[in-house]
Nanobody
């Protein structure tokens, strides 16, 4: 079992900042990549940012320059620093991790999500 728990969501005014965190635990041998997704009401889940264990990052065009993803491999934790927030950033943000378990099986696990609400 690999469990992910997100934290740091909340309500913030436009132009403000939030920092999300996601910690993975369980029978983890190696995490190859972690990512943040978001899902706004009435929409499908979209990829926001990804980061590999080596530190390579990718961002959705809509957040590039405003959001920064980072990781602490030793703690199996990923963060998403969100600056200059806009109302359209309002969504449930969920963390995903993929890698290999101690039993040498592959995994892809999701957190339950944390709500981010940006008011105008």
């Amino acid at each position: 079992q690999v469990q992910l728990v997100e934290s740091g969501g909340g309500l913030v005014q436009a132009g403000g900042s939030l920092r999300l965190s996601c910690a993975a635990s369980g029978s983890i041998f190696r995490i190859n990549a972690m990512a943040w997704y978001r899902q706004a009401p009435g929409k499908q889940r979209d990829l926001v940012a990804t980061i590999t264990s080596g530190g390579s990052t990718n961002y959705a065009d809509s957040v590039k320059g405003r959001f920064t993803i980072s990781r602490d491999n030793a703690k199996n934790t990923v963060h998403l620093q969100m600056n200059s927030l806009k109302p359209e950033d309002t969504a449930v943000y969920a963390c995903n991790a993929r890698g290999t378990t101690i039993a040498t099986t592959g995994f892809s696990s999701w957190g339950q999500g944390t709500q981010v609400t940006v008011s105008s």
